[in-house]
């Protein structure tokens, strides 16, 4: 069974940082595609960064020089480190996996809630 569980959130003021982790389990981690999204009150989910099975990343423009995707194949865990964060990054932070062959991702954790004040 896959599962997806994510941690490190929390209540920051604006410009702090934090680090979410995802830890894996259930299916062959290496293989995976692998990307962090979030899900503000009120709005869509969007995603802030992707990481394919080569370590290839990619970020949403909003976050772009201050979120950096990571992941460590050996302990299956999966990180987003957040720097410099602002009260529009508040939102449910949630990993998600799929096999790299699809677009869609087929697995995912519960959130985490990361809380931004001014």
């Known amino acids: 069974q896959v599962q997806l569980v994510e941690s490190g959130g929390g209540s920051v003021q604006s410009g702090g940082s934090l680090r979410l982790s995802c830890a894996v389990s259930?299916?062959?981690?290496?293989?995976?595609?692998m990307a962090w999204f979030r899900q503000a009150a009120g709005k869509e989910r969007e995603g802030v960064a992707h990481?394919?099975?080569?370590?290839?990343?990619s970020y949403a423009e909003s976050v772009q020089g201050r979120f950096t995707i990571s992941r460590d194949n050996a302990e299956n865990m999966l990180y987003l480190q957040m720097n410099n964060l602002k009260p529009e990054d508040t939102a449910m932070y949630l990993c998600?996996?799929?096999?790299?062959?699809?677009?869609?991702?087929?697995?995912w954790g519960q959130g985490t809630q990361v809380t931004v004040s001014s």
């Open positions: 259930g299916y062959t981690y290496s293989r995976y595609c």
């Open positions: 990481m394919t099975s080569t370590r290839q990343t």
């Open positions: 998600a996996a799929r096999i790299c062959s699809s677009s869609k991702y087929e697995y």
